[in-house]
């Protein structure tokens, strides 16, 4: 029965989403480069894009066959039915191999599912999504093997592991992580197998698979990791987000009762806590990665919503953006070292499988050339399961807040989803129509970021321009364009304020 209703929740989810995302006609961030490797999958032509960073073959296999079906105007259609199976295969696990009960299981999935990151990567044709069902399916080969000690689903492991390195290179992790965990329980066998898996999958990479030359340009920066301020940037501000977006799994982590009864081991969990957190907020510079403001890394996910730096100029705010964010921040800043304090001083066992994954992805994070917020969804899960396992306390009290943050994520991603998927149809859409009305080429359109990837204009002698920016706030714009025309972003319930876009006509034409 727990089953069923888990798939019935499960084909909810879809069809919840499922409007937003069949209104997508247009490209964002980089999945123009992964529409065209499909188109060319779909013509016998094998060979990656030379931009293109992630190995994608796997994710773009699967597309083609998809979109030979469906058409390739459908793909945020297969992304959302990966999203919900990721949901799926969260939540299974945490009701069936964490033995926690149905509605614990349920809800945990679905602040995963809600999360603003997931629900970004679920609009459109981004690789991350995809990557996730691969890892979620090699955790649960990694639990039959650990519960029946058969080899068959470590060798199914290291199947599913090569199947989400040709998505993303990053799925390395998950055999070194095993690997080494392994190593540190004593059990050299599996250990063994885990790292020869590692040094097999990494050769392919290496010797065998096609690099791109943008694959070539961007290798790991091993000199990150000696770059103590870099690391701490990233490592604080990776945790403070993670806090942020698991809160009530963080608060339910924490045994106030187990705490007090214990009085002699209070006094040192509050200095510990308090200490924790001066020396976090001294050695926390987040400029170092990104932004100086919660939620810190740039790209995807910013304080005015989804990928706003998409499109020129300064994007619109919602209600109360200020006050939730600042304390959204302060409290995830608190809860973080009291967390720690309370593993130190009251569990000492921290270690288990989940943070030796997470440990070693972080560290993968921190050697990388380019640090984006969209890097932290494979961590979600990761810590999820980690809290799950040791630490998280299954009460009335933790379903309550559990129910309320998933209705604060559900409204706060309606908003952000709606406005990103609105501004940018507008956007290419109406690009598209300028093109043919006025018989000029795309390029000459500053229409989004993809938009202008897909259309090169080296020379950047555009003749028509996009922006959030009003003449009023924009004096280039007042002095030497012409608007042409003032959109307002508009759907039920949005809380933004002043939701508008502008076209320009750019200087004389």
Same mark, same amino acid.
């Given at each position: 029965m727990k089953?069923? *209703?888990?798939?019935?929740?499960?084909?909810a989810l879809f069809m919840l989403v499922f409007t937003l995302s069949?209104?997508?006609?247009?490209?964002? !961030?980089?999945? *123009?480069?992964?529409?065209?490797?499909? @188109?060319r999958f779909m013509k016998g032509d094998f060979t990656l894009h030379p931009y293109t960073g992630p190995t994608?073959?796997?994710?773009g296999l699967i597309a083609a066959g998809f979109a030979r079906i469906f058409s390739l105007e459908k793909l945020p259609i297969l992304t959302l039915l990966f999203s919900v199976a990721n949901f799926y295969l969260l939540s299974a696990f945490i009701l069936y191999r964490m033995k926690k009960q149905f509605s614990t299981s349920v809800l945990v999935g679905l602040i995963y599912f809600f999360n603003p990151l997931n629900m970004y990567l679920t609009f459109g044709f981004m690789t991350e999504v995809y990557f996730m069902f691969f890892f979620l399916l090699s955790l649960w080969c990694i639990l039959l093997f650990d519960e029946t000690? !058969?080899?068959?689903?470590?060798?199914?492991?290291? %199947?599913?592991?090569?199947? =989400?390195?040709?998505?993303?290179?990053? @799925?390395l992790f998950i055999p070194l992580g095993l690997g080494l965990f392994y190593s540190y329980k004593q059990n050299w066998k599996p250990a063994a197998v885990s790292l020869i898996t590692f040094g097999a999958l990494y050769f392919y990479y290496e010797k065998i698979f096609p690099l791109t030359p943008r694959i070539i340009e961007v290798p790991l920066q091993w000199k990150n990791l000696l770059d103590k301020d870099y690391v701490a940037a990233v490592f604080i501000g990776t945790f403070i987000v993670l806090t942020a977006f698991l %809160?009530? #799994?963080f608060l339910s982590s924490v045994n106030i009762k187990e705490i007090l009864s214990k009085k002699k081991h209070v006094l040192l969990f509050l200095a510990l806590a308090v200490g924790l957190y001066f020396l976090m907020i001294s050695n926390f510079n987040p400029h170092e990665v990104s932004w100086g403001e919660f939620p810190y890394? +740039?790209?995807t996910f910013e304080r005015t919503g989804f990928y706003p730096r998409g499109i020129s100029g300064t994007k619109y705010y919602f209600k109360g953006n200020y006050d939730l964010y600042r304390y959204w921040d302060l409290v995830s800043k608190i809860l973080f070292p009291i967390f720690v304090s309370y593993v130190i001083v009251f569990k000492r066992k921290a270690i288990n499988l989940y943070l030796v994954l997470a440990v070693v992805y972080t560290g993968m994070l921190i050697a990388t050339k380019a640090f984006y917020d969209r890097?932290?969804?494979i961590l979600i899960p990761t810590i999820l399961l980690f809290l799950l396992k040791d630490y998280f306390q299954e009460s009335k009290y933790s379903k309550v807040i559990l129910s309320g943050f998933v209705l604060f994520l559900m409204f706060f991603s309606y908003q952000l989803s709606n406005d990103f998927v609105l #501004?940018?149809?507008?956007? *290419?859409?109406?690009? +598209? +129509?300028? @093109?043919?009305?006025? =018989?000029? +080429?795309e390029k000459y359109i500053k229409g989004t970021n993809a938009w202008k990837l897909n259309y090169r204009n080296v020379p950047r002698d555009y003749l028509y321009n996009f922006s959030y920016d009003s003449q009023k706030v924009n004096e280039e714009y007042a002095c030497c364009d012409t608007l042409i025309e003032e959109k307002t972003i508009n759907f039920p319930g949005s809380i933004f304020v002043d939701p508008k876009i502008y076209l320009y006509r750019l200087g004389e034409y």
């Open positions: 089953k069923l *209703w888990l798939l019935l929740i499960t084909l069949n209104k997508i006609d247009f490209y964002q !961030n980089d999945d *123009w480069v992964y529409y065209e490797m499909v @188109s994608f073959y796997t994710q000690k !058969n080899y068959k689903y470590l060798a199914l492991m290291a %199947l599913v592991v090569f199947a =989400g390195l040709n998505v993303r290179q990053v @799925s %809160l009530p #799994v890394f +740039e790209n890097y932290l969804h #501004v940018n149809k507008y956007v *290419w859409n109406r690009s +598209e +129509e300028i @093109s043919k009305t006025e =018989g000029i +080429e």
